[in-house]
T-cell receptor, first 113, second 113 residues
Framework: AQKITQTQPGMFVQEKEAVTLDCTYD???????LFWYKQPSSGEMIFLIY??????QNATEGRYSLNFQKARKSANLVISASQLGDSAMYFC??????????FGKGTRLSVIA | NAGVTQTPKFRILKIGQSMTLQCTQD?????MYWYRQDPGMGLKLIYY???????DKGEVPNGYNVSRSTTEDFPLRLELAAPSQTSVYFC????????????FGDGTRLSIL
């Protein structure tokens, strides 16, 4: 069965610093996709970044990058130059096999001025 | 540029009542999904649809029904509401399947008393 594990319930980071949010996954399917979503306090879900299992390079989108280590089954999100507006819940999710998307429990990031 | 629209935004139901959560998207996406998010948790898939006339169960389908008569609309029906169905419900859509990012509506906050 597919599973996503986010071991950090909460994280603090100083403004302008970089932060890494951890995500490990489990699947027996060789073909899968990994996603990160942001959920601000207002509640909406915002897509941030995607990594395919066969992608040769780590995905990047502006200040977001995904540190993909296939052998360790990890897909950590790196946010560079943190801003106060980055304070939110962050969810890692995976699609594989016949399952559209499985979410982790999330990490609450707080950016401190 | 509406994207995914959910109605209502908030609703309080009495135990045993029924209601339909509406979801419509204007992006001509084939895939649509319903999730529920319980406090402090990630999203869990209730039902999904890969196109008009086709629906399939997700992780937590009990107590819910769906239909997909058009590409745009994917209503979620609650029959005989129970307190365990108190949650925030999200509808999402994607252009194709599991490798595409999902676009989410703003959610419906439902309380069963």
């Amino acid at each position: 069965a597919q599973k996503i594990t986010q071991t950090q319930p909460g994280m603090f980071v100083q403004e302008k610093e970089a932060v890494t949010l951890d995500c490990t996954y489990d699947t027996s399917d060789p073909s899968y996709g990994l996603f990160w979503y942001k959920q601000p306090s207002s509640g909406e879900m915002i897509f941030l970044i995607y990594q395919g299992s066969y992608d040769q390079q780590n995905a990047t989108e502006g200040r977001y990058s995904l540190n993909f280590q296939k052998a360790r089954k990890s897909a950590n999100l790196v946010i560079s130059a943190s801003q106060l507006g980055d304070s939110a819940m962050y969810f890692c999710a995976m699609s594989s096999g016949n399952t559209p998307l499985v979410f982790g429990k999330g990490t609450r990031l707080s950016v401190i001025a | 540029n509406a994207g995914v629209t959910q109605t209502p935004k908030f609703r309080i139901l009495k135990i045993g009542q029924s209601m339909t959560l509406q979801c419509t998207q204007d992006m001509n996406h084939n895939y649509m999904y319903w999730y529920r998010q319980d406090p402090g948790m990630g999203l869990k898939l209730i039902y999904y649809s890969v196109g008009a006339g086709i629906t399939d169960k997700g992780e937590v389908p009990n107590g819910y029904n769906v239909s997909r008569s058009t590409t745009e609309d994917f209503p979620l029906r609650l029959e005989l509401a129970a307190p365990s169905q108190t949650s925030v419900y999200f509808c999402a859509s994607s252009k194709q399947g599991k490798w595409q990012p999902q676009h989410f509506g703003d959610g419906t906050r439902l309380s069963i008393l």
